[in-house]
């Protein structure tokens, strides 16, 4: 039994017809968007690449790349198939096309569904590339002289001043590493001397963090030396008072901005696949409704359109037991062609031609 099966007039194939004709190339204004949209992600994603661990965190927008472009031709190609399928001599150049053509559309509207998935699941692995990305930035901080390294410091500032933030968890990372440049060090200075002495690696480490920390906001200027010493500060106290620094780690901060752009674009792509698969239907129908009234050989009267011709169960049965069977059909059975009588038998009455012979006399 049919699923879903409704019935067209010539009238109502032709409307359907023009309607998908329309939607089809508005499918083609939603590939672009996806296109757009992707291309957009990657670049937000290459503009912290600094600050970011290698990882498949460009998976999602390579991914709506691809979909975005596959999106542009195939909605194209249905666009001219649903023109040509408003007249019925036109759709019997594109009956055998019709089948492949639904099945790949079918599979590009799962993968415009993968991808909108994919916004929502790749929180995890973008928090774990900035976090060592950012950890590895802060510790290179000070190697302004370094080749390879001399653009994280200007880097790590601007994101901090960027996006209110210090830090990668927190403010308190910077009192674990040494962010001063040893030519800043005078390291004739007793009190360089004894920091250094006093760390087991020979760090100069401070309850300091640098300027991009200090959040112009506040009325007191920026204390960003000494912050846990209340004695080097007047009417002071790090433990009551709000300090005059942001507060917030900026792995924090860049997973709230990326995770607010791929929980958008996740949005539009569900639109776009629930768009996608409306039109795909309005397609299968035409095809069924326009094959039907081929078979039945007028063209003015009225024809079945359904989703699938037989049940679900019965459809998935038949297309399991097509992939089970597959290749079957080209296998020879060497087993079954040892017993056949048939082969390697040699023929010895066939190709023989009965002559009556007759004896010639002797010559006297």
């Not at 019935?7 to 309607?19: E, G, S, V, Y």
């Amino acid at each position: 039994m049919a699923v879903l099966k409704v019935k067209f007039t010539k009238t109502k194939r032709d409307k359907l017809a023009q309607i998908l004709w329309i939607l089809n190339w508005v499918s083609v204004v939603s590939g672009i968007i996806l296109f757009s949209l992707g291309l957009f992600l990657k670049i937000e994603i290459k503009k912290r690449n600094e600050v970011m661990a290698k990882g498949d965190i460009n998976s999602v927008p390579n991914m709506l790349i691809s979909v975005g472009v596959i999106a542009c031709i195939i909605n194209f190609l249905g666009g001219k198939i649903c023109y040509d399928c408003s007249d019925a001599n036109k759709f019997s150049r594109w009956k055998l096309v019709m089948l492949p053509y639904i099945v790949c559309t079918f599979c590009f509207t799962f993968c415009i569904l993968v991808g909108a998935l994919m916004c929502y699941t790749m929180r995890n692995e973008l928090e774990e590339s900035l976090y060592l990305g950012l950890r590895d930035a802060i510790k290179f901080y000070k190697d302004t002289d370094i080749p390879g390294r001399c653009f994280l410091k200007k880097t790590v500032d601007l994101l901090q001043i960027g996006f209110r933030c210090c830090g990668n968890n927190g403010f308190r990372d910077w009192f674990e590493i040494q962010w001063v440049s040893p030519r800043y060090l005078n390291m004739a200075s007793k009190e360089v001397l004894d920091r250094l002495k006093s760390n087991v690696d020979g760090k100069f480490l401070v309850d300091g963090v640098p300027f991009s920390c200090c959040n112009p906001s506040s009325p007191r200027p920026c204390i960003q030396y000494q912050l846990t010493n209340n004695s080097a500060h007047y009417n002071y106290d790090f433990l009551t008072e709000e300090l005059n620094i942001w507060m917030k780690g900026c792995r924090q901060a860049l997973l709230d901005y990326y995770t607010g752009i791929m929980r958008s674009i996740g949005i539009t792509a569900l639109l776009i696949w629930l768009f996608e698969l409306s039109v795909l239907i309005g397609v299968r129908y035409l095809q069924t409704a326009m094959k039907n009234v081929l078979l039945l050989g007028d063209l003015e009267g009225e024809s079945d359109g359904w989703l699938l011709e037989n049940s679900f169960v019965e459809t998935a049965k038949y297309n399991i037991n097509i992939i089970k069977n597959l290749g079957k059909a080209n296998q020879i059975s060497t087993v079954s062609g040892m017993n056949d009588p048939n082969i390697n038998v040699q023929n010895t009455d066939c190709d023989k031609t009965n002559i009556t012979t007759k004896s010639i006399p002797a010559a006297r």
